[in-house]
């Protein structure tokens, strides 16, 4: 009878889960929005009336339609920051999680048929914060792992990392902003927020990744597709992640990285190929895979 009870709990909560995603609920009001200009609203109308009217109806194909239309975005840093945490729109400058969160948002808007800059906003409150609301910056999710975690609970992405031929996993505490509060703003003189940070940090983290040595092979990269979501895997101490964008897989087969580049200062196709990108940096030891769920 117990057992029976806790499989019927277990049910109710993946269907709740389920119908959040759909309904999307927004609860940030345009008073806790930050625009980063009055063209925001109509550039992000423009674009999904653009992805409407294409047709596309495949997530991962709307996804590279999108990134072609963000091509050249100036890439700026930091731009969720503030003083107090608020629902920050802005399509006009973007950094390498800000550019996937935009890709997610037009693309679901768009498999929804939703026209307005209001159903982008409340898609990127869905995905950007724990359970998709917005409260404090506690609530945003600052690391990969819990975002993947969180965001497939909720029927919005999975991780096909671990279907990739040869994928491996690591353990690994992911805690570099408790350690390095004087690194963040709004962790500098606030204890009581860098508890709340440590309390949704993970340690002793299990997760896939594909070591960067296997990304040439021909069973690898017939697995990738254009439009999936690549997030660079790091060495560094308390870090699961360095850096994010999408795939674009060429006419030859081979994967490429689109992204919003710090080094580039702006929205681009990466010149190599994705194998051959990560050998400039020792600190990327290999890639994780996410791709939007329809």
Known sequence: MKKSLLLLVILMV?????????????????????????SDTTVINELLHKG????????????EFYAQ??????????????????????????????????????????LNKRYSWRDYAANIE????????????????????????DN?????????????????????????????PDKY???KNDTAMVEKIRRHELRQHRFPYLKRSWLNSKEVKAALRSGDFVSLVTKADGLDVSHNGIIIVDSKGDPYLLDASMSGGKVMLESKPLFRFLERSKSNIGIRVFRMMQ
């Open 185 to 187: 703003q709004q962790l």
């Open 52 to 63: 409407i009217d294409s047709g596309i109806t495949d997530a991962n194909a709307l996804i």
């Open 126 to 149: 869905n995905v950007r914060y724990r359970g998709g609301v917005m409260e404090d910056y506690s609530s945003r999710i600052h690391y990969i792992s819990e975002w993947i975690i």
């Open 14 to 38: 993946a269907c709740g889960a389920k119908q959040t995603t759909q309904q999307v609920a927004q609860a940030a009001t345009t008073a806790q929005m930050r625009f980063h200009c009055d």
């Open 69 to 110: 239309r963000l091509l050249g975005t100036p890439y700026v840093a930091h731009t969720l920051e503030g003083d107090q945490e608020m629902l920050t729109i802005n399509i006009h400058e973007l950094d390498c999680l800000t550019f996937i969160e935009s890709l997610y948002a037009l693309t679901r808007a768009t």
């Open 152 to 180: 497939h609970m909720r029927g919005n992405l999975v991780e096909v990392t671990p279907e990739l031929p040869h994928a491996d996993y690591m353990i690994k505490n992911i805690d570099y902003m408790s350690k390095n």
